[in-house]
C-alpha cells in the first residue's frame, strides 16, 4: 500500500519569513495530493490540492509543487502570519477509476508555529 | 448550515466497554470514512463506506465495527477488542468518485479509563 513520510515533525519560523514542508510518497499510481491544515481541537480543513498533471498550482500565500518523478510534493508558506499556526498533513490518494476510491493516505503531520 | 457533526466532543468510558461514536453529514455526501489520530502521528484510515450498506476496512480496523444504514450516517462502534482505544476519532466525508476532498468533522476525543 501507499505510504507518506512528512518532514520536518516541527517547524518554527518568524513571522514573514517562509515555511516549506515536504512530503514523499511511494505508490507510483497516486495522482491526487492534498494538504490539510489543522487547529488545536478541531478537524483538518484542505487548503491546497494538486493532481499529477500539474506541477505547481498557487493560492495567494500557499503553494504546492509536485515532482512526479521523484515521488515528493511540497507545501510553500510565503509571508507567515501568527495565524499560520498549526498542525499541517499532507496526503496521497489514488482517485478516478483506481482502486482506492478517494481513499487518502496521510503524512505523519508538522506543527508549525510562527513567532510574532 | 451543511456540514458534518459528530458527538459527543468528548467521551469517558471504563474498560471492556463498548462505545458508539456518531457521526452524521448533509452534504448529501455518498462516501464516508473514520479516522484515528494519535499524537505524532498522520490520520490513520479505520473504515470508509462509498454507498450506503456497504463499507470497507482501512488500515486499522481491528477492535471496530460500523453501519451505513442511511446515507447521512456513519456510526462507529469502539468495542472492548480495540486493545488501545484511547484517541482523537475524526469522521470525514466527500462526495463521490471523482470528487476529491474529504470534509472533516470536529472530531470525538474518547479516553477509555
Known amino acids: 500500500g501507499e505510504n507518506v513520510e512528512q518532514h520536518p515533525s516541527t517547524l518554527s519560523v518568524q513571522e514573514g519569513d517562509s515555511a516549506v514542508i515536504k512530503c514523499t510518497y511511494s505508490d507510483s499510481a497516486s495522482n491526487y495530493f492534498p494538504w490539510y491544515k489543522q487547529e488545536l481541537g478541531k478537524g483538518p480543513q484542505l487548503i491546497i490540492d494538486i493532481r499529477s498533471n500539474v506541477g505547481e498550482k498557487k493560492d495567494q500565500r500557499i503553494a504546492v509543487t509536485l515532482n512526479k518523478t521523484a515521488k515528493h510534493f511540497s507545501l510553500h508558506i510565503t509571508e507567515t502570519q501568527p495565524e499560520d499556526s498549526a498542525v499541517y498533513f499532507c496526503?496521497?490518494?489514488?482517485?478516478?477509476?483506481?482502486?482506492?476510491?478517494?481513499?487518502?493516505?496521510f503524512g505523519q503531520g508538522t506543527i508549525l508555529t510562527v513567532h510574532p | 448550515d451543511g456540514g458534518i457533526t459528530q458527538s459527543p466532543k468528548y467521551l469517558f468510558r471504563k474498560e471492556g466497554q463498548n462505545v458508539t461514536l456518531s457521526c452524521e453529514q448533509n452534504?448529501?455526501?455518498?462516501?464516508m470514512y473514520w479516522y484515528r489520530q494519535d499524537p505524532g502521528q498522520g490520520l490513520r484510515l479505520i473504515y470508509y463506506?462509498?454507498?450506503?450498506?456497504?463499507?470497507q476496512k482501512g488500515d486499522i480496523a481491528e477492535g471496530y465495527s460500523v453501519s451505513r444504514e442511511k446515507k447521512e450516517s456513519f456510526p462507529l462502534t469502539v468495542t472492548s477488542a480495540q486493545k488501545n482505544p484511547t484517541a482523537f476519532y475524526l469522521c470525514a466525508s466527500s462526495s463521490g468518485r471523482d470528487a476529491n476532498e474529504q470534509f472533516f468533522g470536529p472530531g470525538t476525543r474518547l479516553t477509555v479509563l
Open positions: 452534504l448529501n455526501h455518498d462516501a
Open positions: 463506506s462509498q454507498i450506503v450498506n456497504d463499507f
Open positions: 496526503a496521497a490518494s489514488i482517485q478516478a477509476g483506481g482502486t482506492s476510491y478517494g481513499k487518502l493516505t
